[in-house]
């Protein structure tokens, strides 16, 4: 079909994201809901993009497994935040990761170090790291989930709580100024929850998609993490609860970016 300059915005938008929200294209190009809504109808007609429950998505990655899916969308922001987080390790360091999208991004940063001890429950964090530049990779066994091929259960539970690292990273689905980190599912929250406890430094990776939401089980405290590294400035409400529980905040690609509370986003 023959492509409007902003039916040509939408499918660019959609193509970098995987997914983009009706309310997130509408705010990227600076028109209505209603607009958007018209401007895709088009475009889903002609099968170029699908609509999901206030999204749409390129059809072919509707039909990948969710966490394929799930690694294409903001893949960009989760790699800066993953190439923040590099920073803080170094050769021949401790780490333990969860499973989720941006810690499988911060799997793939990691193969710039050498000499790692790795332990995690994610098969994809495993296979990505077991292999390379003499690491070692310690992987938790228990019943494997059929979506991301993580581990999860009592075993992998007791088999964390073994190790102390210098560094555990986790990843979130939600972060509230009020509850605290979130996470979907009670058995990722305990995993995530665990891990934390096992680290040295303690580091929250997410993108800023997760601000402001919501989920199902708490993970944590603020007051139980030391570091949340993130692609932007959290808003205000969110900051702030961050510098009273002593969190500090860096903003992926920033020199200086832990003082975040005189830059955050307005609410």
């Known amino acids: 079909m023959r492509h409007s300059k902003r039916n040509a915005q939408i499918l660019r938008l959609v193509r970098e994201e995987g997914t983009c ?12 809901l209603e607009t ?3 401007d895709v109808r088009p475009l889903t007609e002609a099968g170029e993009l699908l609509r999901m429950h206030g999204a749409v998505a390129l059809p072919h990655l509707v039909r990948e497994a969710p966490f394929e899916r799930r690694m294409r969308e903001n893949a960009e922001a989760k790699r800066r935040v993953a190439g923040q987080v590099i920073g803080h390790v170094v050769d021949g360091d401790t780490v333990m990761l969860d499973t989720g999208t941006t810690t499988s991004f911060v799997a793939r940063e990691l193969l710039k170090r050498s000499g790692l001890t790795v332990v995690t429950n994610s ?14 990779v310690y992987m938790a066994g228990g019943e494997l989930n059929s979506d991301n091929g993580a581990a999860f259960g009592r075993s992998v539970l007791e088999f964390i709580s073994r190790f102390k690292v210098r560094l555990a990273i986790i990843s979130i689905s939600a972060i509230d100024a009020e509850i605290g ?3 979907y599912t009670l058995r990722e929250a305990e995993i995530a929850r665990s ?3 096992s680290g040295e430094m303690k580091i929250i990776a997410t993108d800023h998609t997760k601000f402001g ?43 200086n970016s832990t003082a975040v509370a005189d830059q955050a986003a307005p609410v």
């Open 195 to 197: 891990v934390l406890a």
């Open 213 to 255: 939401q919501s989920a199902l089980v708490k993970v944590c405290d603020f007051e139980d993490v030391d570091l949340l590294i993130t692609d932007q400035a959290p808003p205000k409400g969110l900051s702030d609860a961050l510098r009273l529980a002593g969190v500090e905040t860096e903003i992926a690609g920033r020199v």
């Open 181 to 183: 980190p979130m996470d």
């Open 36 to 38: 958007i809504r018209r």
């Open 21 to 32: 929200t009706i309310a997130g294209l509408a705010g990227q190009l600076g028109v209505s």
């Open 123 to 136: 098969s994809d964090v495993a296979h990505t790291l077991a292999t390379a530049n003499g690491n070692t």
